[in-house]
């Protein structure tokens, strides 16, 4: 038993040889999503461009998604190691400003993309998107060109779409469909449900069978087909364009009330919103920059559908009836 | 007898402190608990239903034709290729979920080698993706049954004149219902947590499962008491099946044997036996073959040149033997200690030990993960905690698996052996070497290789802790996934595969001897 012992304790000690060589220097650290810090998305890239103007080190921690950062803050609270969050959406921003643990940012967005003007004093918006159905030019001639009439054409395309309550894009499209029909959203989703080919855990699930042809239309972002045109030389992918308007998505970052280098964190926040930061966005997080010029995005990003008008609830609205919608949600899909 | 009670505790603390942390969290100001009336809600029901269902059809449907399989593979003695075979049998449990749902979309999907269009998804599916899983795992996990039927059963089978009924019904059963309904209980916890593969086959909100509740509830409605709560409902469901089970296996007679060799062919090989495995194969093999095929014409090149997936693929290797070394060692110990309380008659107490330790596996690590988080983050910096915590949750949902494979060749060890290392006076290291490592390092190659696997494919705890220098190969095959690089996925995760199935190899060989598996 001894021997299985010392074995075990080797093991151990092991594991923890890597540790001891870390430098205790205090980085900016920021809380993300996973795939922001992944070698594919923006964080390798706005690290190395920030490092090299700030003379510090930036340490990300990349959890599951934008929900996923907000409650690690929570359950932290004052003694959260994060000087900065980035990547919750607009979504979130009425519970994260409820808690009470983000200092205002007292900036202003000059040189804003977005279509609406930015009022938020807590947090400043990085990019945003719109939730679009996704679908294969070649194998699907006569895509909708409204929600009303993916909706209401009971011969309509089939599509994928993602669970509300374990998915952004998911909550987008409840959202959406409660923007245009108001209360009669349940009898548009009782509509709708008989072409849902399923609704997957989260937008890889669904985006992946859609590609394998499961369905006519997966829901997405209208930015997804830049994508296959600039990664792949891929020109089949369209996002359709609904007379509506598109529901919106605006990712942001705010500033931890208990850093204790909020002046960096500030200074991290204004090089969010310059050009070195914002150019990076559009090819790897695949999001349109919240603070770039039309014209200086790739070209390919101009031969996207235009998805105006813009459509968002207000956040205070999101964080007050998202639980009952969900509810009314569940109640028709389950049928 | 007091490690394992030991163990047991440990496991109690890891269980319940960090539940008892998330209730608690649950009175501080700005987490009032809400509408515990939640209870009543048709939701909840529907909810409980629903898992209890899907999962005990799924773990029927895999485990009885598993005993067919293992059946026909221990009947069919030694073929080309059949430890490979069985090898592969030990792969679906390490595929990320999100990756074997494409793989059944490919095979089974609308554009598929069997299409089956739209009634794919529902109930259908489900069934499908649990069987894909499980029945290999099941195969796996009974074959030891019949090299455990001691060789002058079968001989005194052939003297009688035995036909396959009377085979089957006095030799094979009798062995089994010690067995199959710990199999049972397995899949069954496998299957009842069972979460993205579920809510995306099952077609819709209508297949959720207690798993899918128990998320909800931690993420957007952040809600640690109706979590833990949930997480307490479903270890209480599984605890009713277990005890059902229980109560339904029989444990054989003590006996003395002298051949403790097992017989290894026994030919009684039939066309039936040969269908069975054939289709088994082919059931199994085409979800990994389409996988194969994508993998092999993607970006191969570009994934296998990249210096990072090496090193996720270290961080796996790492992860996973080191909770399988963890969990063999608690495992160990706990048979151990239930093994000699059964021997000294003690039946309920000894059942009662390898309870515990199997049902550990429904308790969420999404629940414990965020408990451990929640008492020790004010202590240490639990960023440098991820490795050690990541393996203990690990180390601990592998329990049950240990259990399985490990127990009952350790009873019956123990049965064969005490009187005799009584009257030796062996004990100790020298036991452990001279009567227990020659027997049980079979089993024990075996049970690592299971952990290993489970470990490898587990994805939960690191990316609910999350830190870049962690990353493991699932992690990255969702990374991948998440910025639209499905081929690159596709690559990644067959080199999990590939990974998995030399862990498996090397740990069946070097821990469970040069025979077969």
């Given at each position: 038993?001894?021997?299985?012992?010392?074995?075990?304790?080797?093991?151990?000690?092991?594991?923890?040889?890597?540790?001891?060589?870390?430098?205790?220097?205090?980085?900016?650290?920021i809380?993300?999503?996973?795939?922001?810090?992944?070698?594919?998305?923006?964080?390798?890239?706005?690290?190395?461009?920030?490092e090299?103007?700030?003379?510090?080190?930036?340490?990300f921690?990349g959890?599951?998604?934008?929900?996923?950062?907000?409650?690690?803050?929570?359950?932290?609270?004052?003694?959260?190691?994060?000087d900065?969050?980035?990547?919750?959406?607009?979504?979130?921003?009425?519970?994260?400003?409820?808690?009470?643990?983000?200092?205002?940012?007292?900036?202003?967005?000059?040189n804003?993309?977005?279509?609406?003007?930015?009022?938020?004093?807590?947090?400043?918006?990085?990019?945003?998107?719109?939730?679009?159905?996704?679908y294969?030019?070649?194998?699907?001639?006569?895509p909708?060109s409204?929600?009303?009439?993916?909706?209401?054409?009971?011969?309509?395309?089939?599509?994928?779409?993602?669970?509300?309550?374990?998915?952004?894009?998911?909550?987008?499209l409840?959202?959406?469909?409660?923007?245009?029909?108001?209360?009669?959203?349940?009898?548009?989703?009782?509509?709708?449900?008989?072409?849902?080919?399923?609704?997957?855990?989260?937008?890889?699930?669904a985006?992946?069978?859609?590609?394998?042809?499961?369905?006519?239309?997966?829901?997405?972002?209208?930015?997804?087909?830049?994508?296959?045109?600039?990664?792949?030389?891929?020109?089949?992918?369209?996002?359709?364009?609904?007379?509506?308007?598109?529901?919106?998505?605006?990712?942001?970052?705010?500033?931890?009330?208990?850093?204790?280098?909020?002046?960096?964190?500030?200074?991290?926040?204004?090089?969010?919103?310059?050009?070195?930061?914002?150019?990076?966005?559009?090819?790897?997080?695949?999001?349109?920059?919240?603070?770039?010029?039309?014209?200086?995005?790739p070209?390919?990003?101009?031969?996207?559908?235009?998805?105006?008008?813009?459509?968002?609830?207000?956040?205070?609205?999101?964080?007050?009836?998202?639980?009952?919608?969900?509810?009314?949600?569940?109640?028709?899909?389950?049928? | 007898?007091?490690?394992a009670?030991?163990?047991?505790?440990?496991?109690?603390?890891?269980?319940?402190?960090?539940?008892?942390?998330?209730?608690?969290?649950?009175?501080?100001?700005?987490?009032?608990?809400?509408?515990?009336?939640?209870?009543?809600?048709?939701?909840?029901?529907?909810?409980?239903?629903?898992?209890?269902?899907?999962?005990?059809?799924s773990?029927?449907?895999?485990?009885?034709?598993?005993?067919?399989v293992?059946?026909?593979?221990?009947?069919?003695?030694d073929?080309?290729?059949?430890?490979?075979?069985?090898?592969?049998?030990?792969?679906?449990?390490?595929?990320?979920?999100?990756?074997?749902?494409?793989?059944?979309?490919?095979?089974?999907?609308s554009?598929?080698?069997?299409?089956?269009?739209?009634?794919?998804?529902?109930?259908?599916?489900?069934?499908?993706?649990?069987?894909?899983?499980?029945?290999?795992?099941?195969?796996?996990?009974?074959?030891?049954?019949?090299?455990?039927?001691?060789?002058?059963?079968?001989?005194?089978?052939?003297?009688?004149?035995?036909?396959?009924?009377h085979?089957?019904?006095?030799?094979?059963?009798?062995?089994?219902?010690?067995?199959?309904?710990?199999?049972?209980?397995?899949?069954?916890?496998?299957?009842?947590?069972?979460?993205?593969?579920?809510?995306?086959?099952?077609?819709?909100?209508?297949?959720?499962?207690?798993?899918?509740?128990?998320?909800?509830?931690?993420?957007?409605?952040?809600?640690?008491?109706?979590?833990?709560?949930?997480?307490?409902?479903?270890?209480?469901?599984?605890?009713?099946?277990?005890?059902?089970?229980?109560?339904?296996?029989?444990?054989?007679?003590?006996?003395?044997?002298?051949?403790?060799?097992?017989?290894?062919?026994?030919?009684?090989?039939?066309l039936?036996?040969?269908?069975v495995?054939?289709?088994?194969?082919?059931f199994?093999?085409?979800?990994?073959?389409?996988?194969?095929?994508?993998?092999?014409?993607?970006?191969?090149?570009?994934?296998?040149?990249?210096?990072?997936?090496?090193?996720?693929?270290?961080?796996?290797?790492?992860l996973?033997?080191?909770?399988?070394?963890?969990?063999?060692?608690?495992?160990?110990?706990?048979?151990?200690?239930?093994?000699?309380?059964?021997?000294?008659?003690?039946?309920?107490?000894?059942?009662?030990?390898?309870?515990?330790?199997?049902?550990?596996?429904?308790?969420?690590?999404?629940?414990?993960?965020?408990?451990i988080?929640?008492?020790?983050?004010?202590?240490?910096?639990?960023?440098?905690?991820?490795?050690?915590?990541?393996?203990?949750?690990?180390?601990?949902?592998?329990?049950?698996?240990?259990?399985?494979?490990?127990?009952?060749?350790?009873?019956?060890?123990?049965?064969?052996?005490?009187y005799?290392?009584?009257?030796?006076?062996?004990?100790?290291?020298?036991?452990?070497?001279?009567?227990?490592?020659?027997?049980?390092?079979?089993?024990?190659?075996?049970?690592?290789?299971?952990?290993?696997?489970?470990?490898?494919?587990?994805?939960?705890?690191?990316?609910?802790?999350?830190?870049?220098?962690t990353?493991?190969?699932?992690?990255?095959?969702?990374?991948?996934?998440?910025?639209?690089?499905?081929?690159?996925?596709?690559?990644?995760?067959?080199?999990?595969?590939?990974l998995?199935?030399?862990?498996?190899?090397?740990?069946?060989?070097?821990?469970?001897?040069?025979?077969?598996?």
């Open positions: 038993m001894k021997l299985i012992m010392r074995v075990t304790a080797v093991a151990f000690l092991c594991l923890y040889v890597p540790y001891a060589a870390q430098a205790a220097s205090s980085p900016l650290v809380y993300t999503y996973d795939s922001f810090v992944s070698e594919w998305g923006p964080g390798p890239q706005v690290k190395e461009a920030f090299a103007q700030c003379d510090c080190v930036i340490e921690t959890l599951e998604d934008g929900v996923s950062i907000l409650n690690r803050l929570k359950l932290e609270g004052k003694n959260s190691r994060a900065i969050i980035l990547g919750i959406d607009t979504n979130l921003t009425a519970e994260a400003r409820a808690t009470g643990l983000f200092e205002e940012h007292g900036m202003t967005l000059d804003s993309a977005l279509p609406d003007a930015w009022e938020d004093d807590t947090f400043l918006p990085y990019d945003y998107g719109y939730f679009a159905f996704v294969n030019q070649e194998l699907l001639k006569n909708p409204s929600l009303r009439q993916l909706v209401e054409n009971s011969q309509g395309p089939t599509i994928l779409v993602q669970d509300p309550r374990t998915s952004t894009p998911g909550l987008g409840l959202l959406w469909i409660k923007k245009i029909y108001g209360d009669q959203a349940s009898d548009a989703w009782a509509k709708l449900s008989d072409r849902i080919v399923t609704v997957s855990k989260g937008w890889s699930e985006y992946g069978m859609f590609l394998k042809g499961e369905a006519d239309m997966v829901l997405s972002y209208t930015t997804s087909p830049a994508y296959h045109i600039i990664a792949e030389q891929d020109q089949r992918f369209a996002a359709a364009k609904f007379s509506e308007g598109h529901y919106q998505q605006i990712e942001v970052a705010g500033l931890v009330k208990s850093s204790q280098q909020k002046d960096l964190g500030r200074q991290f926040l204004q090089f969010m919103l310059s050009e070195r930061f914002q150019s990076i966005i559009p090819t790897t997080n695949w999001m349109y920059p919240a603070a770039l010029a039309a014209s200086k995005l070209q390919e990003f101009n031969a996207l559908i235009d998805p105006s008008p813009a459509l968002l609830f207000d956040d205070k609205i999101v964080a007050r009836e998202r639980k009952a919608w969900i509810n009314e949600w569940l109640e028709v899909m389950s049928k | 007898m007091r490690s009670y030991l163990v047991l505790a440990i496991l109690g603390i890891v269980v319940l402190l960090p539940m008892a942390g998330l209730l608690n969290l649950s009175q501080l100001p700005g987490f009032e608990p809400q509408d515990l009336q939640f209870w009543h809600s048709a939701y909840i029901r529907r909810v409980v239903v629903f898992s209890f269902w899907q999962a005990l059809l773990s029927l449907l895999s485990v009885i034709p598993a005993v067919l293992a059946r026909a593979f221990a009947h069919t003695g073929f080309p290729f059949r430890s490979l075979l069985l090898r592969l049998f030990g792969i679906p449990l390490v595929v990320p979920s999100v990756v074997a749902v494409l793989g059944i979309v490919s095979v089974y999907g554009g598929g080698w069997i299409p089956l269009g739209r009634s794919l998804y529902g109930i259908n599916g489900i069934l499908l993706a649990h069987v894909f899983f499980n029945l290999p795992l099941a195969v796996r996990l009974l074959l030891p049954v019949w090299q455990g039927i001691p060789r002058h059963h079968w001989q005194l089978g052939e003297q009688l004149g035995f036909s396959k009924w085979r089957w019904r006095y030799l094979e059963w009798p062995a089994l219902r010690e067995g199959l309904p710990g199999v049972l209980l397995l899949v069954f916890m496998l299957c009842l947590t069972s979460f993205a593969v579920v809510l995306t086959l099952g077609g819709g909100p209508k297949s959720t499962t207690l798993e899918v509740a128990i998320y909800q509830s931690l993420r957007y409605d952040f809600d640690p008491a109706q979590a833990v709560i949930l997480a307490l409902l479903q270890l209480s469901l599984c605890v009713l099946v277990a005890v059902a089970m229980f109560r339904f296996q029989k444990l054989p007679e003590v006996e003395i044997s002298i051949s403790s060799q097992a017989i290894e062919s026994q030919n009684y090989r039939s039936l036996n040969w269908a495995i054939v289709f088994a194969g082919i199994v093999g085409l979800p990994l073959a389409s996988l194969l095929i994508d993998g092999l014409l993607g970006p191969l090149g570009r994934v296998v040149s990249n210096i990072n997936i090496w090193r996720a693929a270290g961080n796996t290797l790492m996973g033997l080191a909770a399988a070394l963890l969990s063999n060692i608690a495992g160990w110990f706990l048979l151990r200690g239930s093994s000699e309380l059964a021997n000294q008659g003690h039946l309920k107490q000894a059942k009662l030990i390898e309870l515990c330790g199997s049902v550990i596996y429904v308790v969420p690590p999404l629940v414990i993960g965020t408990g988080f929640v008492l020790f983050s004010d202590y240490v910096d639990i960023f440098e905690w991820v490795y050690p915590v990541v393996i203990l949750v690990n180390a601990m949902m592998g329990l049950p698996f240990v259990i399985r494979t490990l127990g009952p060749s350790m009873r019956q060890n123990r049965m064969r052996y005490e005799l290392c009584h009257s030796l006076a062996l004990d100790g290291w020298n036991r452990f070497r001279i009567i227990d490592w020659p027997l049980l390092r079979r089993p024990l190659g075996l049970s690592a290789a299971l952990v290993a696997a489970l470990a490898m494919g587990d994805l939960g705890v690191i990316a609910l802790f999350g830190t870049p220098k990353a493991t190969m699932p992690l990255v095959i969702y990374q991948q996934l998440g910025a639209y690089l499905i081929p690159q996925a596709t690559v990644t995760a067959l080199l999990l595969l590939g998995c199935l030399m862990v498996f190899w090397a740990l069946e060989r070097c821990i469970g001897g040069n025979q077969n598996a």
